[in-house]
């Protein structure tokens, strides 16, 4: 071979090394710190980032993951992110290399060795290393990743549209545990955003409202309750849980007149006169519009940014909240 053919072929793990962080040094570093149970370590330079090309969450999707978010030095639910990852992973079969205390552990001393005090951290399961072949019996055992991911995220206070999208749903055994298998949600999200919307909204064969591709959803109905959609066939939102749970004060208030979760059509859902995506990174999102149709008068409502305040406050001063230990 000549020319541009010629495929540089890189003898020593040290030349591939050189030339992953020459890469790098073109740009930011947008990663402070990975951890890898494979090497056995929390590493700070992006070209040591990676997985095995071997691992069966890399090319079968055997594996799970979670996220916990980062704010003034805190992470936010890590406890409740890390008992949904240990369901999932039970879900899916996948074992895990450490205790759940350790696991925790690894998590805390990686987000200290980042330096980064706001963002979000993403954590992973995978049934590990060892063949391309189907079954992951062969592998000699699980695996464990996370990083650390810098944002400077804030409330979101303006409305955005929302779509219905024609991509199938997940399974329920799917759906509900949280697993890397994400093609429908990517599908749905891109869906989405070639019709001008900020992402869509599955809706199951019965005509009743599931949830986001990474979200879930709520709605404030005409009679002033919040409802959001059972979680039976959905994923069970952590943030959206939370919401759950804060809400009655805004009841106590005289602002709602009552919280509950319940089959929702999407009909129904859209003679609302609020709604909103929920997640961690949001933590709340209001929807004006769905369908082409306005959402109440089309404009943010009150009670949805009511919602938002006290996830935010809950946040920044809540009682599940991790100090980071940074030196």
């Keep these: 071979f000549r020319g541009e053919d010629q495929v540089p072929v890189y003898e020593s793990g040290a030349d591939a090394l050189q030339k992953l962080q020459e890469k790098w040094k073109s740009t930011a570093a947008p990663y402070p710190a990975m951890y890898s149970s494979f090497l056995g370590g929390i590493v700070l330079d992006p070209a040591m980032m990676a997985l095995p090309i071997d691992d069966h969450m890399v090319h079968r999707g055997h594996g799970v993951f979670d996220t916990a978010m980062l704010l003034d030095g805190h992470l936010y639910e890590l406890d409740t992110h890390l008992d949904r990852f240990l369901r999932s992973a039970a879900q899916a079969k996948v074992g895990t290399p450490f205790p759940r205390d350790t696991l925790r552990s690894i998590l805390v001393q990686m987000t200290a060795a980042s330096g980064c005090r706001k963002g979000s951290i993403r954590y992973w399961l995978s049934s590990g290393p060892g063949d391309f072949l189907l079954s992951s019996s062969g592998c000699p055992g699980p695996a464990f990743y996370a990083v650390v991911i810098p944002s400077d995220y804030a409330q979101c206070r303006d409305g955005v549209r929302a779509v219905t999208t024609s991509v199938p749903m997940k399974p329920p055994l799917f759906a509900t545990m949280k697993n890397v298998n994400y093609l429908p949600n990517v599908l749905s999200i891109m869906d989405a955003e070639e019709r001008g919307a900020f992402a869509s909204v599955w809706v199951d064969e019965q005509g009743y409202v599931a949830e986001g591709p990474m979200v879930n959803v709520a709605f404030v109905t005409q009679g002033g309750e919040l409802v959001l959609p059972v979680f039976d066939k959905i994923l069970s ?74 996830l935010w406050e809950d946040m920044k001063s809540g009682p599940d909240r991790v100090a980071v230990p940074y030196k």
Excluded: N, Y
Aim: charged share 20%.
């Design 237 to 310: 939102g952590c943030t959206a849980k939370r919401m759950l749970a804060l809400a009655p004060k805004l009841v106590e208030a005289g602002l709602l007149k009552g919280v509950s979760t319940q089959h929702i059509t999407a009909d129904d859902a859209k003679r609302s006169v609020e709604m909103a995506f929920v997640g961690s990174g949001l933590p709340v999102l209001p929807i004006v519009e769905w369908d082409g149709q306005p959402i109440g008068d089309g404009k943010v409502g009150k009670l949805m940014l009511a919602l938002s305040d006290l």
